[in-house]
T-cell receptor
């Protein structure tokens, strides 16, 4: 297993279009997270899955955002009716269950979204 | 509300010298975890070190050590013998929430940009 994979690496879209990103976590990890990072800032939490259950969503995640993790494997993040303010790096991360160093997040390389 | 504060937007250090990156946190939880991540210009987030709130000893991982002062709510990262490849953004993060609770997310600080000079 080579780590967390995200696709695409870059996405350019026009305002108002819908976009979908995919994340493939490390296979034995049952926790999956989506974060958003803008230039010069730390990652901001968007949502978290434990297996297929979406256990938490940030207030940052407006109703235009939806995430799924069918069968507890890969996850998709969809943004509908994109706005210029959605331009950011979208990071996916996964981790094992448990505490201590087990809970460290392994991040993918991210999807850089640019909304024109 | 839980919060991570990194007050140093940027720092310079000479190669082979040690450097300390500051991090303070705010939480009302008794059980929490503290993390440091490195983000080079290529963009990937790399885990460096972890400290649990109940760990009595400061965590160490190779050239990285975490100076954990619980009463002061600080978790500073110390990098010894800096190398040119250490130039990157460094983020402090905290896992909030209790085990078995609904949240296991990490919250991140705004980061410190470290530049190692030859």
């Amino acid at each position: 297993d080579t780590g967390v994979s995200q696709d695409p690496r870059h996405k350019i879209t026009k305002r108002g279009q819908n976009v979908t990103f995919r994340c493939d976590p490390i296979s034995e990890h049952n926790r999956l997270y989506w974060y958003r990072q803008t230039l010069g800032q730390g990652p901001e939490f968007l949502t978290y899955f434990q297996n297929e259950a979406q256990l938490e969503k940030s207030r940052l995640l407006s109703d235009r955002f939806s995430a799924e993790r069918p069968k507890g494997s890969f996850s998709t993040l969809e943004i509908q009716r994109t706005e210029q303010g959605d331009s950011a790096m979208y990071l996916c991360a996964s981790s094992l269950d448990g505490r201590g160093t087990n809970e460290k997040l392994f991040f993918g390389s991210g999807t850089q979204l640019s909304v024109l | 509300a839980q919060k991570i504060t990194q007050t140093q937007p940027g720092m310079f250090v000479q190669e082979k010298e040690a450097v300390t990156l500051d991090c303070t946190y705010d939480t009302s939880d008794q059980s929490y975890g503290l993390f440091w991540y490195k983000q080079p210009s290529s963009g990937e987030m790399i885990f460096l070190i972890y400290q649990g709130s109940y760990d009595e000893q400061n965590a160490t991982e190779g050239r990285y050590s975490l100076n954990f002062q619980k009463a002061r709510k600080s978790a500073n990262l110390v990098i010894s013998a800096s190398q040119l490849g250490d130039s990157a953004m460094y983020f402090c993060a905290m896992r909030e929430g209790r085990y078995g609770g609904a949240t296991n997310k990490l919250i991140f600080g705004t980061g410190t940009l470290l530049a190692v000079q030859p």
